[in-house]
């Protein structure tokens, strides 16, 4: 087994080994992980592309959303359970700095489809809500190669009417609970392992999921770390204990004031609703914390499927989140709305097929953007060239293969309202724009995990590089959107736009 701990480095000097943070090194003994050099001898997939093409891994996207990086047991989360994550780490490779393209679902899942920032694949909420039907997507490269493809989401951003169906043959939308009154997530996870299994899966003609010998793509994506933090027992209590509707101040007074930064707008203050009489604001970050172990149990069950089924160890498998969530940063509560780290550091774990470069931890910043770049070379596809993200094929494999991934976010659909965020680690630049005023913050992350010090004075050189850098990423007389044409609205009914405010959206 092996491991790799090392930084990008600063621009213009070479990179450099660094002592892994304590945490770091906790892990690695918790998972049995051995210390040995940044480069070694590792298993290797087919060499050349005849090889890779002759060799089809399946491929299989577990997708949590709202998921904090921190929120972990692998990564340094001690006090929450995770375990079947820790053992797909302990299988793959862990990226203990893996950065989201958006604080909120479809940009992001759109960033990871299409390898583009939001800023060019143009789905980024507001009237630019649909993914444009050229963009291609994971799903359309894979099914162009004969592919088996199936998705199973939770929430409207992901559906048809948003243009995120793209190159899915078998598709399903399942919403907050079953038909069958089981839990989200038990819906979810019933029919991916049906699928896998060639089994019916809601209506529809019974036929079998793929040709035999047909390689497949599954995206399975799992809502229920999301608001309301509402897990199913014996999930519930898993972590908090005591009386949530003790006597003192109820929460919603907090929540629905100016001191809550994210406060909702009137049509969407009902998203706060489930915490009606509830007096404890620790009962919510207990209760999200359990359903990130609620969720890992469903992880587990799709990975013993795959075991049962002998198809796990030719199974690239990804597990990754879309964004993360406030849960009293920043002073915002139990949401996911500006692209601080809380909300844009993501838990990326890829286990490649054949047992790969399994065991090892990677602290090398990279992007969502870089997900599909790897899924293509890995699968032995050409790369597009115009991506936004890179493989980390070589990286996983311990190859001096250069370069650095594209730390990038942005969140706004308004040309008066938007945040934008460019990393060279360890700096972060926040570009802020709003009532006409822009506003440029500087963080040493490193130094200043949690962004409480803006540092953009005392830096000034650094912040205007970054600055200019941005603007050449973005251009700024049109700082929203590089796809042309038309707006694109979501083809949403009302019912469906009632479900999304309710979600705070």
């Not at 603007?471 to 479900?499: C, F, I, M, Q």
Request: hydrophobic content about 35%.
């Amino acid at each position: 087994m092996s491991r790799i701990i090392d930084t990008s480095p600063t621009p213009g000097k070479p990179p450099a080994m660094k002592t892994p943070r304590p945490f770091v090194r906790i892990l690695a003994l918790a998972l049995g992980l051995a210390a040995l050099p940044a480069t070694v001898a590792v298993p290797a997939l087919p060499a050349g592309d005849q090889g890779r093409r002759a060799f089809r891994p399946h491929v299989l996207v577990l997708a949590i959303d709202t998921l904090r990086a921190d929120h972990l047991h692998c990564l340094g989360k001690s006090d929450i359970a995770t375990p079947h994550m820790d053992g797909l780490a302990a299988d793959g490779v862990l990226f203990t700095r893996a950065h989201s393209t958006a604080p909120w679902t479809l940009p992001s899942f759109a960033s990871i489809y299409t390898g583009l920032r939001p800023y060019r694949h143009g789905a980024i909420g507001g009237d630019y809500a649909r993914l444009p039907r050229e963009t291609g997507t994971m799903a359309e490269y894979l099914r162009g190669q004969r592919y088996a493809t199936a998705a199973w989401v939770t929430i409207n951003w992901l559906n048809a009417q948003c243009g995120m169906n793209q190159g899915f043959k078998h598709f399903r939308f399942i919403g907050s609970t079953a038909r069958d009154g089981t839990a989200q997530a038990s819906a979810i996870t019933h029919q991916a392992m049906n699928w896998l299994d060639g089994k019916k899966t809601g209506r529809g003609r019974r036929s079998k999921y793929r040709q035999p010998g047909q390689p497949f793509f599954a995206f399975v994506h799992w809502f229920d770390v999301h608001a309301p933090y509402t897990p199913p027992a014996p999930f519930d209590r898993m972590y908090y204990e005591g009386d949530e509707k003790a006597g003192g101040t109820p929460v919603l007074d907090l929540l629905l004031s100016n001191r809550n930064k994210a406060r909702p707008k009137a049509q969407n203050a009902g998203m706060y609703d489930w915490l009606s009489g509830v007096t404890d604001l620790d009962f919510p970050v207990k209760q999200y914390a359990a359903g990130v172990s609620y969720v890992d149990d469903h992880v587990g069950r799709v990975l013993a499927k795959l075991k049962e089924r002998g198809e796990y160890d030719d199974t690239l498998i990804i597990l990754v989140s879309d964004h993360g969530e406030h849960l009293v940063d920043h002073g915002m509560y139990f949401t996911h709305k500006e692209p601080y780290q809380e909300t844009i550091h993501v838990p990326l774990i890829i286990k490649l097929p054949r047992g790969v470069a399994h065991g090892r931890v990677i602290e090398t910043p990279v992007s969502t953007l870089d997900i599909l770049p790897t899924v293509l070379e890995t699968c032995g596809l050409e790369v597009p060239g115009d991506l936004d993200g890179r493989s980390l094929l070589g990286l996983m494999r311990g190859e001096d293969v250069g370069g650095t991934s594209l730390l990038v976010s942005e969140r706004g659909a308004a040309p008066d309202d938007f945040t934008k965020t460019l990393i060279e680690w360890p700096w972060k630049l926040m570009v802020i724009k709003k009532d006409g005023r822009v506003e440029n913050r500087l963080y040493h992350l490193e130094d200043d995990p949690g962004e409480i010090h803006d540092v953009s004075r005392r830096h000034q050189q650094t912040a205007e590089r970054l600055r200019e850098r941005m603007w050449t990423l973005h251009d700024p007389e049109s700082p929203l959107l590089a796809v042309p044409g038309e707006e694109r609205p979501a083809e949403l009914d009302a019912a469906e736009r009632e479900k999304l405010r309710a979600l705070g959206y």
